[in-house]
């Protein structure tokens, strides 16, 4: 690991009053090797410069101890809807090793690739499946089985909680990253956020450490089971979104 990548990844945790011992630093280190190598034979990211990738990927993934404080003591279990390369949940995993994390994306070749990730780092309650939310929010396996579900750029609030909320236990929540601010976002999906068995608990707003870029986290909370009826039949989420 070069000495750079320690001290702006140690530098910007600090913001987040994250401290990581030097192994966890390493496993990091190694995958951003592995996102690079892999990058240049599939499209997994146009972030692959060291700084950027420390900022925009690993810090701005790990910004969610600014709405959840007990991952470092919790066992939860939380399911990354949308994963890609694997952002939010394996930054999350190297930090948080109690975590149970399943990471779930509809393209085989990011699975694959997310299961070499998981080989190469020896990481342990972590696995990596292919589908569609739309698909496996209706398998019994994965319905309403998770304490927290997360996901990053994957779509707009009203589709995103149709995906995600049929994840999450009754007393759960789900947590959108989103960039900037979201009143208006917000606004458009209460409704659908209501009829999916879902509170807006609260939203975080702040400045990603070591940027100007803004972050919004959202905590919605399960209060009440998920109608039979959602999640729709795939595609219709996002071709009509619940209003
Ligand atoms: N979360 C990652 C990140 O922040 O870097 C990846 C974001 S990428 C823009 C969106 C990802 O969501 C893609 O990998 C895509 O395959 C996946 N995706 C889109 N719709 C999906 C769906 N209905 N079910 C599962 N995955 C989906």
Redo the contacts with the bound molecule.
Sequence with gaps: MTDAFYEKFQKELSLLSIDLEKSKLDKFYQYFEILVEWNKVMNL?TITEMDEVISK?FVD?LSLVKVVNDMDTKGYSMI?????????GIPLKIAFPQLQITL????NK?VNFLNEVIEKLDLEGICAIH????D?GRDVKHREQYDLCV?????NLSTLSE?CMPFVKVGGSFIP?KAGKIEDELAEAKHAVFLLGGKIEMTELFLLPGTEAERSLIKINKTSGIPKKYPRK?GS??KEPLK
């Design positions: 990211t990927h993934s990354d809807v949308g994963t890609g390369a694997g952002f939010p779930m994306d509809s393209l990011k589908g569609r939310a739309e496996l996901s990053r750029a994957v779509a995906y990253y795939a989420p996002s």
